[in-house]
Nanobody, 126 residues
Framework: QVQLVESGGGLVQPGGSLRLSCAAS????????IAWFRQAPGKEREGVSC????????YYADSVKGRFTISRDNAKNTVYLQMNSLKPEDTAVYYC???????????????????WGQGTQVTVSS
């Protein structure tokens, strides 16, 4: 069964860092564009970052640009989201998603993604 599993969320103080992981079973992530979305209570799901399969290009929402970095480790079949200088407004459930389109189609739209993880909670609070 195709499955994406996120890990690495938790509680962190403002200014801190977390690294989220997105691991896949039953398929190879390198063949898919992988995006990270997040959803805060009462808000719509927001596209945060994406890494293309076709050319390795990356995309970041303005709200996280310069603080978050997306990367792939094909040997581990895992995509990471390194989050630095975290702010309280980064608090949300973070989801990774895979798109067979292989490119990061902008704006990031949840409807273009074929597979989703269960989400991991990130809470930024003092």
């Amino acid at each position: 069964q195709v499955q994406l599993v996120e890990s690495g969320g938790g509680l962190v103080q403002p200014g801190g860092s977390l690294r989220l992981s997105c691991a896949a079973s039953e398929f190879t992530l390198d063949y898919y564009a992988i995006a990270w979305f997040r959803q805060a209570p009462g808000k719509e799901r927001e596209g945060v970052s994406c890494i293309s399969s076709a050319d390795g290009s990356t995309y970041y929402a303005d709200s996280v640009k310069g603080r978050f970095t997306i990367s792939r480790d094909n040997a581990k079949n895992t995509v990471y989201l390194q989050m630095n200088s975290l702010k309280p407004e980064d608090t949300a459930v973070y989801y990774c998603a895979a798109s067979a389109l292989r490119l990061c189609v902008l704006p990031l739209s949840p409807g273009l993604y074929d597979y989703w993880g269960q989400g991991t909670q990130v809470t930024v609070s003092s």
